[in-house]
């Protein structure tokens, strides 16, 4: 008897797995369960330039680590951070997507993930920046995004940040599905990298509802429900159309499908169509709790802002009826990494007097601690999400910053406005390195605004303070 494949892998010999790595070149590494090296093809050597004895099999991995930080690879990302926390992916046995720079200033891309015996496997590549045409296209298509979205949202809310916060959230929900092995069957790299962008969009039918209804406060009565509830269905029908001009756009499949689905509920007691557990799709479960949540935590004309607490113990008590299980257990898991020890503590001595203003400052602060975050540090799609949400909360601050200095009539209001127009050319110049693979964000970029930040608030800001 020959044997199934897989019978046949099994007996492959380890000399003829690597030559066929290295025929292929690919820089990948293997260790074995207890985090020796059990392989490195001769691209991952070339690549970081190391010697045979520190990478032949069963050679200890923090000894490549420890070469990395010598060669100041890690760059300010993770300057102090310690071999435990770079191994904290392998002892777990999660994926990982992180970057290192050479030390000739070649960005790489890491990627990681635990095999089946136990042990684990990076491969790497380099980071090949987009052509400028590329880059042109992917950032209008982005800008045309946001801006049907905010269409949509700036009719429902005060701005449209509130999708932005969605699509984050939505982002580093998935990641931690990922992660936990959860839906290995739906979540691959394309749905991680199109699931945050599409999510943008899962509002967009409001377009198709009136102002009254709306901008209406309080509760709605049950004729005014259900055609508010008119809005996941003709989102759907907006973007399918899309889809159908556009077939190669994914996600605009994907938003479709949470547009139309997003307001379903686990125990099957949702809209449009009452779809229970498995068969409301993935995408749209996950960012039914990213909508929830953001929602909870905002001010809406017809409620205050829930405080995180409330927001958590609710998503809690409805795993299971409103929302899927795993789900919420991931967005728990992301909503503990985010209260890790922050870089800039708001205090109230960054009190301006005006709720609004320190809500800005709380909210601008709250972005530069993500970008910091270990669990975000090296995921791009998430950086770009955090600092696309940066530019815009920015801005949108300063706008209505400057309106309070000319209603007070603060004579600094000139020279006010001159710095805030640098620290927005600044995050912009960021914002360009990084989507042309020059860059990546991390504790340097966080820091610098952070600096900014505490400095304007404190001295700058307080001299409009009466």
Known sequence: MRGSPLDRFKNTSALSIAEAFDSLDQAVLILDPNGKISFASARYRRLFDLKERVCHAGADYANIIRIFSERDMFGQDVADASLGEWMTPVRNRQKVCRQLRLPDGRMLEEVGAPLPNGGYVFSCAEVKALPAPSIQLRNAKRATVLALADLAEFRDTDTGEHVMRVARLTQEITRALDNARAFP????????????????????????????LLRKPGLLDEVERLAMQEHAAAGAAILTKAHSLAPDSDYLRIAAEIARYHHERYDGTGYPEGLRMNKIPLSARIVAVADVFDALTSDRSYKRAWSEEEAINYLAQQAGRQFDPQVISATMQVL???????????SQAMSVGHPVLDRDHQTLIGLV??????????????LEFVL??????????????????????????????????????????IRANFHEGNDHLGDKVAQFVADWLRNHILLEDMKYVV
């Open 185 to 212: 069957h739906e979540i691959d790299q394309d749905f991680r990298a199109q699931i945050g962008f599409a999510s943008i969009l899962h509002d967009v039918g409001k377009v198709a509802i009136g102002d009254d």
């Open 336 to 346: 503990e990494e985010r209260r890790q020890t922050p870089i800039i503590r708001w």
């Open 369 to 382: 601690n993500q970008m910091s975050l270990p669990a975000n540090r090296c995921d791009r799609t998430v």
């Open 388 to 429: 696309d949400e940066l530019l815009g909360y920015t801005s949108a601050h300063f706008t209505r910053e400057e309106e309070h200095l000319r209603r007070i009539g603060f004579d600094g209001a000139e020279r006010h406005e001159a710095i805030h127009r640098d620290l927005v050319d600044e995050l912009r110049a």
